[in-house]
């Protein structure tokens, strides 16, 4: 391999379970803590390279616990944010932040154009393209996908507790993600909730926009608070809730 990235590091996107009978492709863009050897630690510690601001904890878990449960797709990047947020275009601040939440990311200070490039050929456009040429062979095949991106959140913020537990996101289609909470409304298993703790406001639907909304497709983003999800007794409990609300909700919209 050729810049960033070293053969030791290995391809930056993964995909499981290519020829899947669900139409639903999980995307998990949080799904990894790792980065690229060349990037050292960013001049982080052990402690905050393992905390959430890192990756989304629990969330690729579950992604590979509903792969099997509904055979799903996944598509994943294998690097940490703090490399590269592929749910950010290029431009954002926050596609190489130099700082998540209360932390400062010294590796990600006042990089130069030049490194912002390196990193984005190296990461952003390898997930970008596997999504799209994904999704271009299931249009093509008539099997156009449902796209299900997951995240998980941390349940305590800049000091303030979050109650909420599942957040149903999405940018103007709504479509899926309004059958998914009538869906959750009648068993009140979780606190669901639209758009929580995030929001398009919040530049977190970029997934969404490029690959759903562009392409006329079903989409939705689901964000899971991580202390739920854990150890794999929780994974577990998360993945069989939303193999339920997925298939009821794909369900009734395809009636």
Known sequence: MTGLLTEADGAPVAVENREASSPVLLICEHASRRLPEKMGTLGLSPEALSSHIAWDPGALSVCQLLVRSIDAALIYQRFSRLAYDCNRPPEAEAAMPPVSEVFEIPGNAAISASERRVRTEA?????????EDFIAARKASGRPPVLVTMHTFTPVYHGRQRDVEVGILHDTDKRLADRMLSVAGKTKRYDVRRNEPYGPADGVTHTLIEHGLKNGLLNVMIEIRNDLVLDEVGQKVMADYLTGLLGESLASLSQ
């Open 123 to 131: 990461l952003y456009v390898p997930f970008r393209d596997e999504l």
